[in-house]
Every structure is written in structure tokens, then in C-alpha cells.
């Protein structure tokens, strides 16, 4: 972006006038669990977010904006300027507000890169926008562009594609739509994680990346080049390694390429206390990363630590004063660039506690995503559109939950389950029931009440419980140890994270679902298998006894989408962005050698085909 001249006069002014530790307090982001609104103040806080999860009050929209302001009112002041310093408060809206009650919930990235629809993704980025400022904050930590390479990574579902050209035309536009004009309704992006996220070995979360810089350019920095060229302000660093360095430590790929090469002007945030496990001891890991080139740190519980640290390292000489300016200076520059100077208070805010919050006209859009994400992959005789008048059995683990259609980062870090704490929309059964009046759900979930006397066809929402990060990865314990360059069982900070399972094969996770599709089939009753899943899963014999077969991906609340395009309102239009598996040992990936998936990247019936 091109630098303003009065923005760049106002930073040299500001920092001026600013003592080190209002630097160093800039520099710090912390957990609205573990801060109070009086120790921004003391402390002068830059940043506060919310981790996955962690709301204020009942998590109602006035929660929210009654918080932040209240962080807001305890900014920091320079005294010499009597100018407010106003905090800034992160959250990851990374599929809408989806922490907060009530927001409308898109589906996850990985069916927006199934609906191949750059425009839609510029008005899921505005809708965001304002779903995000009527609850009073300024920041998500969003988009991610990585480029998801291998499926067992349970953050697949996070990524638009495992290539990277549909992740680049994303990238700017979504940017585009969350940061508007730095008007009214806008709010700061940020683009995560740096670099390659994605293609970590094996998919182990936080592991290791082991490519050649060429390989990391060509496939996993192309997305933030267009986002640095659409203007995005912030950039959130990798918890992995590339070859065998912290990304949190590496000087190369923040300050060289990022900041010098790509000429990114913003400011770099680390992510949640990931520049502890750069060094042994805190006092080194603060100064190794400070010197890297991080700007800004997201740390859950030891913020004060983290002050006291980069103190001492200033002092002892160990971090040089230009390099806290110039952390300090892009985070201004992004503050200024936003307006946050000038706006009011949160609650005063034009779009603070906003009608259109949770509205229909967002939904609508939502919806629009979720017929747009649909894959279909099997239709045997055209069994598909189902007319609205058949007798239709509606079954399986998924189809009365929307808390599973919304997948992790939603009301929690790890998602809910079940349908009380996703507010509005609907699940795949509630939709169908508006759109199929003769539609009946199955008792007991799992088809045991199939009758060929009532029920002409059924459809089946089979697939993954939510999960979000390590917690969803998929893992056969393969680890990698630094030093003896080999794999181990589990990084040692992770040890105890669950993993999700060790297989990407339904049958095996969810024997539940193969058995209700019989438990229908069995009755000679033709099944429609829809998989509400994350990533693509193994699932051939759910494909072999079903007639059609969709993936919906993680839809998000509005559900109805999906009966939509059932019933023919809609054609079907999601195209693979990722191959799809045969096996669990199989990992492919679009221009591979020997390329021979399940479904190729691109594959997507119609109703035309
Ligand atoms: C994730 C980030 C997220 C942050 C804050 C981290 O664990 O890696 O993507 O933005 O938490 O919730």
C-alpha cells in the first residue's frame, strides 16, 4: 500500500513522545481472560483478543461491545500529545463473528474454494465486516491462505484448496471485502499463517515444514503476494517450522522476504505464545523473535513477562531501539490507516450492535455460499434432483445438527455439537422439512425405522465431528525430532492434545454411519449420502451403497442451502479443490506424478452432466 505522508508525519510525532515501555506495550497483545481493563491501562496495551472461545458475559452481542469498550476507555495516553492510544481487539471471525452468539455462520474455506466464486467471497468478507463491528471490535484473524497438502492436517478445512491458484484469487478479494476503503465498514485482516502452514510433514499441526525455498514460493506465497497487493494489514506467523527453524525466529522469512522483499508494510503478529518454544528460556525467545522481525505478540496468560523480557533485552543492548520503533511505528501506521484514532467509542460506533447483525439478508448470502460449496460425486440414474412431494426418511449422525455443520472455531474453539448453542439458521433437517412436506426425520437417528411402506427415498448426513487445530489432526504419531532428524511420537508442548483420530477412513471413525446407510438400503430404500466433513475422507463403501453422494464440506448454519440444491431449486456447482482419496495411505495432490485419485481436483457433477 502507499504510504500517506501525513499517516507517516503523525507515527514519527506519536513515537516521539512515546517512553519504551508504551512501545513495549504496543507490542503486546493479551488474553481478555487474563487482563483487566485497568491493566491496558497501566500496562498501555496495544492489543486484547479472544481465543477460540472465550466470550465475555452470555456471549450477547451487548457482551461484547460493553468489553471492548471498556478497553477502549483504558487505551493508553501519551501524555505529551493527550492522545489516546486506542487498543485494538482481535478475534477469529474466520467463518463470520463465529464466536459470538448468533452471528451468521458461512461455511468453513474449504467449501468457499468449492464454489470457485471470487465475487461471492469479496460479499462473505463484507457481511464478516459488519457482523464483526456490531460487536464492537476492530480485527479478525483471518483469512487463512495456506495451502492445505496433506488431508490428515486437521486444519484442512481452513484452507480454500491444496493448490494455489484458487488461494490466490481468494486471498485479495477477501481482503478486499473485510478491509473496504478503512470507512465505516471496515475492519483490519489478517492473513495467516506465514509461510506454508500447509505443508507440514505428514499434516502433523505445528510440525515441520521441509521444502525448498522455490516450493515455498511457488506454492505458498503467492496468495500473500496478492494479499500484500490488495492491501492487507496484518500477518499472522506460523507455529511450524521450515527446515528446522521456528517460523516465530526466522529473520529470513519475516524481515527479508515479508517485510523487505514483498515490501508488506503493516505489522506481523505472532500467534498464541508461539514465540516461547523459539529459544529455551523466555529471555532469549523474546529477543530472537523481536529481532526476527515480529511486531506485535500474542500471548495467552504471561503478557507482563513478555514486557519485562524485551525490557531487559532492550536494555542490555540485546534488541536495538530501531527495531522497537519500527514495530511500533507499523502498528501505529495500521491504527491510523483504519481510523481507530478517530472513531468514537465501540458502542458509539455506526455499526455497533448493528440490525443486520444475524440478519436475513446475511443469512441469505450464507445460503447462497453453502449451495455454491455443494460437491456432487455420485448421482446413479439421475436419482438426484428428488422431487418435493416423495416420502423422504431423513437420517444419520449430522442431519439435525447444526453445531456439526458449523465444524470448530465456532461458539467454541472446538465447535459444539447439537443444535442449542448455534442461534438461527437451520441444520440440513430443518431445512428440508420447510422445503419437503412429506419429509420425516428418523427416530433414533439411524434409520432403524426405514419402511419401504412409508418411505420412498432417504437422505443421510453421515461425517466428522467438529474439531479445530492439532486437536483434528489425523496421526500415525509421526513427529519430527530436530536434532536427530527423525520422527517421534509428539512435539513435547503438544503431548497432550488429542489427536482425532488415525484415520482419514469413515468407516473406521464412524461405523454408525456405514450402518444406518444399510440399516435404509437393506430395505431396499435408495439413499442420498450427504458427508459433512472437513476434508475429504475415505469413505468408499458410504459410496458404494448410497445412489448419490454429496460433499457438503462444513456448511455452517445455514443448512437449508442443502436442501435446496437437493430439490432442484438449484443446481449443483461446487468443483473439488482438493483430491479425493482412495485410501488412508494416499495423499494427492493436483500436478503429483502417477496423479490418480478418487475424484480428481475440479470433479463436481450437475444435474445437466
Ligand atoms: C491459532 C490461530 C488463532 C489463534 C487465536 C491459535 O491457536 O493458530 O490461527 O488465530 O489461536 O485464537
Known amino acids: 500500500m502507499k504510504l500517506d505522508t501525513q499517516i507517516e508525519a503523525k507515527i514519527k510525532e506519536i513515537i516521539g513522545k512515546m517512553t519504551l515501555d508504551q512501545k513495549i506495550g504496543q507490542m503486546t497483545q493479551a488474553e481478555r481472560q487474563h487482563i483487566s481493563p485497568e491493566e491496558v491501562k497501566k500496562f498501555s496495551i ?31 495516553i501519551v501524555e505529551d500529545l493527550n492522545l489516546r492510544i486506542p487498543t485494538i481487539y482481535g478475534i477469529d471471525a474466520i467463518h463470520g463473528n463465529s464466536n459470538v452468539r ?30 464483526v463491528l456490531a460487536s464492537g471490535l476492530d480485527w479478525t484473524f483471518a483469512p487463512t491462505i495456506g495451502v492445505a ?69 511457488r506454492i505458498h506465497i503467492p496468495a500473500y503476494i496478492r494479499a500484500i497487493e490488495s492491501g492487507v494489514q496484518t500477518v499472522m506467523v506460523a507455529l511450524m517450522h521450515w ?28 500467534d498464541w505464545d508461539g514465540i516461547k518454544y523459539v529459544a529455551d528460556n523466555f529471555y532469549d525467545a523474546t529477543m530472537v523473535s523481536v529481532n526476527a522481525g515480529l511486531d506485535m505478540f ?102 439435525n445438527n447444526r453445531g456439526s455443520l458449523c465444524g470448530g472455531f465456532t461458539v467454541e474453539w472446538q465447535g459444539v455439537s447439537g443444535n ?31 419402511d419401504p411402506e412409508k418411505h420412498d427415498f432417504a437422505i443421510v448426513v453421515i461425517g466428522e465431528n467438529p474439531y479445530a487445530e492439532m486437536e483434528g489432526d489425523v496421526r500415525k ?69 448410497s445412489s448419490a453422494f454429496v460433499a457438503a464440506w462444513l456448511p455452517g448454519s445455514e443448512g437449508k442451502g442443502v436442501a435446496e440444491v437437493l430439490f432442484g431449486d438449484y443446481d449443483f456447482n461446487g468443483k473439488l479443490t482438493f483430491s479425493w482419496p482412495r485410501n488412508d495411505d494416499e495423499n494427492w495432490n493436483v500436478g503429483d506424478e502417477n496423479y490418480h485419485p478418487l475424484f480428481a481436483y475440479g470433479y463436481g457433477l450437475t444435474y445437466s452432466d
Open 46 to 76: 496495544g492489543s486484547v483478543l479472544s481465543g477460540g472461545g472465550s466470550v465475555p458475559g452470555d456471549n450477547k452481542l451487548s457482551d461484547w461491545v460493553e468489553m471492548n469498550d471498556r478497553f477502549w476507555e483504558n487505551s493508553p
Open 102 to 131: 448468533g452471528a451468521v455462520i458461512f461455511p468453513h474455506n474449504i467449501g468457499l474454494g468449492a464454489a470457485n466464486d471470487p465475487d461471492l467471497i469479496e460479499r462473505i468478507g463484507k457481511v464478516t465486516a459488519k457482523e
Open 149 to 217: 497438502r496433506n488431508d490428515h492436517w486437521g486444519r484442512t478445512y481452513e484452507c480454500y484448496s491444496e493448490d494455489s491458484q484458487i488461494v490466490t484469487e481468494y486471498a485479495g478479494r477477501i481482503v478486499k471485502g473485510l478491509q473496504d476503503d478503512f470507512g465505516d465498514e471496515s475492519i483490519v485482516a489478517c492473513t495467516k499463517h506465514w509461510a506454508g502452514d500447509g505443508a507440514t510433514v505428514n499434516g502433523v499441526d505445528q510440525g515441520h515444514i521441509l521444502l525448498p525455498e522455490e516450493e515455498l514460493r
Open 243 to 270: 527446515n528446522y527453524v521456528k517460523c516465530h525466529g526466522h529473520k529470513y522469512l519475516i524481515t527479508d522476504i515479508l517485510k523487505n522483499e514483498l515490501k508488506f508494510d503493516g505489522f506481523t503478529l505472532s
Open 298 to 399: 500474542m500471548i495467552s496468560e504471561e503478557w507482563e513477562s513478555f514486557i519485562n523480557n524485551v525490557k531487559a533485552n532492550v536494555e542490555n543492548g540485546r534488541i536495538p531501539m530501531e527495531r522497537i520503533d519500527d514495530a511500533v511505528s507499523r502498528i501505529l501506521r495500521v491504527k491510523l490507516r483504519l481510523g481507530l484514532f478517530e472513531k468514537p467509542r465501540p458502542a458509539e460506533r455506526p455499526y455497533s450492535m448493528h440490525e443486520s447483525f444475524g440478519s436475513a439478508e446475511h443469512r441469505d448470502v450464507a445460503r447462497e455460499a453453502v449451495r455454491k460449496s455443494l460437491v456432487l460425486l455420485k448421482n446413479k440414474d439421475k436419482i438426484l434432483p428428488l422431487n418435493k412431494d416423495k416420502r423422504i426418511l431423513v437420517a444419520g449422525r449430522n442431519s
Open 420 to 450: 442449542d448453542k448455534i442461534i438461527g439458521g437451520t441444520s440440513i433437517w430443518e431445512g428440508i422439512k420447510e422445503i419437503a412436506p412429506n419429509a420425516v426425520l428418523s427416530k433414533d437417528k439411524f434409520g432403524m425405522d426405514a
Open 477 to 545: 504419531g509421526n513427529y519430527w525430532d530436530r536434532t536427530n532428524n527423525s520422527p517421534i511420537e509428539m512435539a513435547p508442548h503438544l503431548a497432550g492434545s488429542g489427536a482425532y483420530s488415525q484415520t482419514l477412513d469413515l468407516e473406521n471413525t464412524h461405523p454408525e454411519d456405514i450402518h444406518t446407510i444399510k440399516n435404509i438400503t437393506s430395505k431396499g430404500i435408495p439413499v442420498i449420502a450427504v458427508l459433512v466433513s472437513g476434508r475429504p475422507l475415505v469413505v468408499n463403501s458410504e459410496l458404494d451403497l
